[in-house]
């Protein structure tokens, strides 16, 4: 069965540091995308971000940056500079498709708190 | 705005009631998720919906049931309420195949449910 894994249940950090979110996934397809999502305070949920299971460059959208390894099983999410407006709850999903069907398991979040 | 619309916002009900939760997707897109987020089971996937069929199904109850439209709408009826019934559900939709699909689901803004 497919699992996605974010370890971290609640990380606080001051403004400007860097931070990373772990996300360990489990899954025996061969063809699979990797998200990750932002729930700020107001609830709804925010794509950030889509990796296919192909590729494996690491990406980089303004502070935001990925890392996908495939060897680990890992895809985290560094912010670098952090501002207080990224205080949110983020989930990594793995999608499993086929047959016309797609459902996203969700890891649990990770509760990120910036402080001024 | 992801352009898929959920209603009511919230809902407050006693158990043993019965609601029906609304989604509209985005203009185009024929596959309607719905899931549901508490606090102690997290982003759970519930079901899908492609123009009209069920097309996959994950960890619904019975007491649950959906159905998606001719006009692509979707309702989640919820019936014989219990507290731990209680929760955030969320309405995605997702770019039909053939367009340019990533997998990326949108999501709406949640309809909030309390079961008092």
């Known amino acids: 069965a497919q699992k996605v894994t974010q370890a971290q249940t609640e990380i606080s950090v001051v403004e400007k540091e860097d931070v990373t979110l772990d996300c360990v996934y489990e899954?025996?397809?061969?063809?699979?995308?990797l998200f990750w999502y932002k729930q700020p305070p107001s609830g709804e949920l925010v794509f950030l971000i889509r990796?296919?299971?192909?590729?494996?460059q690491n990406e980089i959208s303004g502070r935001y940056s990925w890392n996908f390894q495939k060897s680990t099983s890992s895809f985290n999410f560094t912010i670098t500079a952090s501002q207080v407006v990224d205080s949110a709850v983020y989930f990594c999903?793995?999608?499993?498709?086929?047959?016309?069907?797609?459902?996203?398991?969700f890891g649990q979040g990770t509760r990120l708190t910036i402080n001024p | 705005d992801s352009g898929v619309t959920q209603t009511p916002k919230h809902l407050i009900t006693a158990t043993g009631q019965r609601v029906t939760l609304r989604c509209s997707p985005r203009?185009?897109?024929?596959?309607v998720y719905w899931y549901q987020q508490s606090l102690d089971q997290g982003l759970q996937f519930l079901i899908q919906y492609y123009n009209g069929e069920e097309r996959a199904k994950g960890n619904i109850l019975e007491r649950f049931s959906a159905q998606q439209f001719p006009d692509l709408h979707s309702e989640l009826n919820l019936s014989s309420l219990e507290l731990g019934d209680s929760a955030l559900y969320f309405c995605?939709?997702?770019?039909?195949?053939?367009?340019?699909?990533?997998?990326?689901?949108?999501f709406g803004e949640g309809s909030r449910l309390t079961v008092l």
């Open positions: 995605a939709s997702s770019a039909s195949p053939g367009t340019t699909n990533t997998g990326e689901l949108f």
């Open positions: 899954t025996r397809d061969t063809t699979y995308y």
């Open positions: 999903a793995l999608s499993e498709r086929g047959r016309g069907a797609q459902k996203l398991v």
């Open positions: 203009s185009g897109d024929l596959s």
């Open positions: 990796r296919n299971s192909f590729d494996e």
